[in-house]
């Protein structure tokens, strides 16, 4: 089938869709007694592959506790890549995470709209920026001008740990969004 595209346009190099062109995702739903709509897990990853899990938690572990990044910057991009990502298990974790580390909710509720406000440092920005065009990675390739102002900001460990740390994210998304993990359960816990 031929499909035509319409577009609203652009907004800071990314193509925009309209909401009616965007495909159609099945979701597995069962029907309640009240008629309401309950997503169901697929299947727990961590049970029917403890090994790739444990890799993932392994990628998980260096980041948090070897990347020598800040913690309040890494659940920046964590959230900034499950916001991109539609991850709503990871935008719930992160959220509560970063909010029970000190992040105000002033931050949060603007990270989606970061570049139009004045409530991130420039590393923070330059990071946020690394996020997204990583997470989009066909969408303009990690453009020279994004990877200019990070290099401004981190240096060449630095910038490694936090590319890992962003691939990272979107792994535990790709996971969370493919197996349906459940948003809502998480409790959070302060680190450090």
Not at 180 to 190: D, I, M, V
Request: charged share 25%.
């Amino acid at each position: 089938m031929n499909r035509r595209w319409n577009f609203l346009g652009t907004y800071h190099g990314l193509v925009i869709p309209t909401i009616m062109d965007l495909p159609a995702i099945p979701f597995r739903y069962s029907l309640t007694v009240e008629g309401e709509y309950v997503l169901k897990m697929r299947l727990d990853p961590a049970k029917v592959s403890p090994a790739a899990y444990h890799a993932m938690l392994a990628l998980e572990s260096f980041v948090n506790k070897s990347s020598k990044l800040e913690g309040s910057l890494l659940e920046l991009i964590k959230m900034r890549a499950s916001q991109i990502n539609g991850c709503a298990f990871s935008i719930d974790m992160h959220s509560k995470d970063a909010r029970m580390n000190g992040e105000t909710e002033q931050r949060l509720y603007a990270l989606s709209a970061w570049r139009e406000t004045t409530f991130f440092t420039n590393r923070e920005r330059a990071a946020l920026a690394w996020t997204e065009a990583l997470t989009v990675i066909t969408e303009g390739r990690a453009p020279d001008e994004v990877y200019a102002e990070i290099r401004k900001e981190f240096g060449e460990e630095e910038l490694v740990n936090l590319s890992l740390a962003i691939i990272t994210i979107n792994g535990w998304n790709r996971f969370a969004i493919g197996f349906r993990k459940l948003a809502g359960e998480y409790q959070p816990h302060k680190s450090g």
